[in-house]
């Protein structure tokens, strides 16, 4: 099943020789694949005494890391013990434990340590990957990591990446820092020519699957900075329609709720087409109306307009959920109380919804009706925040958001639902 290792895969396991050895790129680019096969070497050729493996969590690291070594070695040869968190690899015993686990760091902090994997590194405290530095004190001891790229201010990029003795470069090129102060760390910088085995159609869905930002830095491995307007993507001539076709199922409104700031809510239907309609928009916004509305009158001017709705020749819309922004518990209650169906809180992880907007918008899945002016008047200027990213965060600004995070709430919280309308899917054979 798994075929020999070719090119810059090969080439990378063969100059993983520093105290420190990074992978990092482009998703399914062979990082892992190319990382495990040294590690297997490693442990067992490696410096004796205790070893560890770190994921963002221990489960990550199991999904990531361990179930694919299990099919690489079989299960005889790689047993992992989930209460003990401990994994059995060819016959030595590991450390299993998370970054973001309270608990393992903890335990870490003891630790005199041979040898340790790491799986996408970026999402650690740096905290913790400093004192796992520290604690590799057995000497010989190494280290393999692998990671996507962040924003160029990331301190693994910064502190770490920077600085390294030697870099193979996405182009294939070998770097070697004449610094002083260069780390003893050699980082592969991977892209997706640099996995021979992905099929091209494959190749195509992951492309459409990251947009924007998320292009830049999972399909193109840069370290690029999140700036400028966050759907890129976004074409007015190609998004916006005058009529909405017929529709198979109102699957959601998302709602974005403010008692200063404005109120959204934005209607989305499944066409009959396999295309997502963001068909109608309310939004009151008690500056410009000079009136804020309690709880109770937002839920009757609510319901309003969805009884109000015509398409299609009828008249009033049941959609299937109402997604609202997860902080706005009384209006919920108030939507709840007043025997509005299929209110749940929508998923708010700002990134992941970004993402699901951008999939939507680039892969020519969603379009906006004409009528939806706060949504309209956003989208094209919704922009990342310049401060956050020199700090190394990716978040937009908190200007003119409101229908942009509605539009976030309703089609990440039903990502799952119409993922399948993009095409060609996404799966792989292992
Ligand atoms: N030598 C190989 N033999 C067989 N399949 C391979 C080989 N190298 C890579 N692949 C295929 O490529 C896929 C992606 O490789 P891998 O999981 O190592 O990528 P990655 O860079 O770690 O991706 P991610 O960033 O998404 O974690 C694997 O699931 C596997 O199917
Ligand atoms: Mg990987």
Known sequence: MYKALAGKQLHSTQLATA?????????????????????????????????????????????????????????KRCVYKVGAGEVVLLGRTIYVAGANDEKASEKIKGLTLAGAYMDEVTTYPESFFAMLGTR????????????????????????????????????????????????????FSFSLDDNPFLPADYVAALKLEYQGLFYRRY??????????????????????????????RWMCVGIDYGTVNPLSALLV??????????????????????????DAAYSEAFRDWLGSYEHGGTRGVTPQWIFVDPSAASFMTQLWADGVP???????????????????????????????????SEIGSYAWDPKAAERGEDKPLKIDDHSADALRYALHSTAHEWRGLIRPKLEVAA
């Open 19 to 75: 105290r420190g050895n990074l992978w990092e790129g482009a998703v399914r680019s062979s990082k892992t694949i190319s990382s495990i096969m040294v590690w297997l070497r490693y442990v067992r050729t490696g410096p004796a005494g205790p070893l560890l493996m770190v994921g963002k969590t221990e489960r990550t690291l199991k999904r990531n890391i361990i179930d694919p070594l299990i099919e690489m070695v079989g299960p």
């Open 136 to 187: 590799l004190s057995i000497p010989g001891a190494q280290w393999f990591g692998t990671t996507n790229p962040e924003g160029p201010n990331h301190w693994l990029l910064k502190t770490y990446l920077s600085r390294a003795r030697l870099h193979v470069r996405r182009d294939g090129s070998v770097v070697e820092s004449r610094d002083p102060a260069a780390i003893d760390l050699h980082r």
């Open 219 to 248: 399909v193109l491995g840069e370290w690029c900075l999140a700036e400028g307007i966050v759907y890129d993507m976004w074409d007015e001539a190609r998004h916006i329609v005058d009529i909405v076709p017929a529709v198979d």
């Open 269 to 294: 239907g499944a066409g009959a087409d396999g295309r997502l309609y963001v068909a109608s928009e309310y939004r009151h916004d008690s500056r410009t109306a000079r009136r804020q509305l309690t």
């Open 342 to 376: 299929g209110v749940a809180k929508a998923q708010n992880d700002v990134l992941d919804g970004i993402r699901s907007v951008g999939v939507a918008l680039g892969s020519n899945v969603l379009s906006v009706h004409r009528s939806c002016k706060g949504l309209l």
